[in-house]
């Protein structure tokens, strides 16, 4: 069985760009602190409350995709078997959106440091949750060699491999 199976140049395209978002976020946020001299006024905080608590959500909603992105692939994987079963679907579509929107979604771990930085100039959270990002979009890199729906083949395409 051949678990490589050959993706769209679209899809290709789309997952490169979305593995290199995370080196866009440090090297803007990097152009941003030492070229542009982007830092935000030390009572940024005391003007605007509500910022604190974006600042704490976005902290917090990033750490958790990352502690609980193979949950959501659970979640997202018995979905899509609930599909698959109910009407006759591309296997190798299904396989490579769900890759596709994996990545989107570890992508807001990178882009939630990115807005923070955004909020308080912190160079280093950036920088941690891009990388954190960046590492954890491996698994789901390349799309066409990464096949995660295995156990959930229907019987009609094992037939057929």
């Known amino acids: 069985m051949n678990n490589s199976i050959k993706p769209s ?20 946020a990097f152009l941003m602190k ?17 910022l604190r608590y974006i600042q704490y959500f976005l902290y917090f909603s990033g ?6 992105f193979e949950t959501i692939m659970n979640f997202f994987k018995n979905r899509i078997k609930k599909k698959i079963d109910k009407k006759n679907i ?8 769900l890759n596709l929107d994996m990545l989107v979604i570890v992508d807001y771990i990178g882009f ?15 920088t941690i949750f891009s990388l954190i990002s ?10 066409h ?7 959930i083949i229907p019987s009609q395409q094992k037939e057929k491999e």
């Open 9 to 28: 140049i679209v899809i290709k395209i789309e997952s490169y760009i979305l593995f290199v978002m995370s080196l866009i976020y440090i090297c803007l």
């Open 34 to 50: 030492y070229f542009w001299h982007f830092n935000p006024p030390a009572n940024f905080y005391s003007g605007i409350k509500s």
């Open 63 to 68: 750490i958790a995709i990352f502690f609980f």
């Open 90 to 97: 591309d296997y190798a579509l299904e396989y490579q959106s």
């Open 112 to 126: 939630s440091g990115f807005i923070g930085f955004l909020i308080c100039g912190n160079l280093y959270w950036v």
């Open 134 to 143: 960046l590492f954890s979009k491996l698994k789901f890199f390349p799309v």
């Open 145 to 151: 060699k990464r096949n995660f729906l295995k156990d």
